[in-house]
């Protein structure tokens, strides 16, 4: 079974300050990784993900995340945040060639203060 | 066009109704699930069709019963509605073996809010 824990469930950081958001995961195979960010009454949108290959991956709007098997995380970063960045962030883990064993986790509020 | 849509986006209704949620994707997915989000944005997957054929159904009280004419299409209906089941319900979509380009799609929810 698979499941993912996300390390703070809310997280503030000052207007061009680092982001970090931390994820780890468990899975008995090498799975599929993703990073969704959910913006107030919105649905979620997908940011980046990992598959295989470069174990550093870019997504949308200057967030990256790097994949670590050893550590068995996938923390997501930007160098510099926005006001706009203010949302909901879920990582989610799934099986490869078993789309349907999507797993979430709890999410995490990022803050941005000016 | 929105790729997967929901309808409708708030739903306030009160204790004991029937009451159904309509999603629609056009992506050409063949695979659509339901997940719910509480209060405290927990998402939870309810349910997942395969091509029409349920192939989720995780723990969900049997009020709760999705329906999917064809693919591109896949409803919800909810008897007897109690307060508890006051939350965002989400519809996504995938194609199953191209997870690895796509992930989910989602729509953007349904707020139901029984009273």
């Known amino acids: 079974a698979q499941s993912v824990t996300q390390l703070g469930s809310h997280v503030s950081v000052s207007e061009g300050a680092l982001v970090l958001l931390r994820c780890n995961y468990s899975?008995?195979?090498?799975?599929?990784l993703f990073w969704y960010v959910q913006y107030p009454n919105q649905g979620l949108q997908l940011l980046l993900k990992?598959?295989?290959?470069?174990?550093l991956v870019k997504g949308i709007n200057g967030f990256e995340a790097e994949f670590k098997k050893s550590e068995t995380s996938f923390h997501l970063t930007k160098p510099s945040a926005h006001m706009s960045d203010a949302a909901e962030y879920f990582c989610?883990?799934?099986?490869?060639?078993?789309?349907?064993?999507?797993?979430f986790g709890p999410g995490t509020r990022l803050s941005v203060l000016p | 066009d929105t790729a997967v849509s929901q309808t409708p986006k708030y739903l306030v209704t009160q204790m004991g109704n029937d009451k159904s949620i309509k999603c629609e994707q056009n992506?050409?997915?063949?695979?659509m699930y339901w997940y719910k989000q509480d209060s405290k944005k927990f998402l939870k997957i309810m349910f997942s069709y395969n091509n029409k054929e349920l192939i989720i159904n995780e723990t969900v009280p049997n009020r709760f019963s999705p329906k999917s004419p064809d693919k591109a299409h896949l409803n919800l209906h909810i008897n007897s509605l109690e307060l508890g089941d006051s939350a965002v319900y989400f519809c996504?979509?995938?194609?199953?073996?191209?997870?690895?380009?796509?992930?989910?799609?989602f729509g953007s929810g349904t707020r139901l809010t029984v009273v």
């Open positions: 990992y598959t295989t290959g470069a174990t």
């Open positions: 996504a979509s995938s194609q199953i073996g191209e997870i690895s380009n796509y992930g989910y799609t």
């Open positions: 992506l050409g997915h063949d695979t």
């Open positions: 899975s008995s195979v090498p799975p599929y």
């Open positions: 989610a883990v799934s099986r490869p060639n078993y789309g349907q064993n999507f797993v």
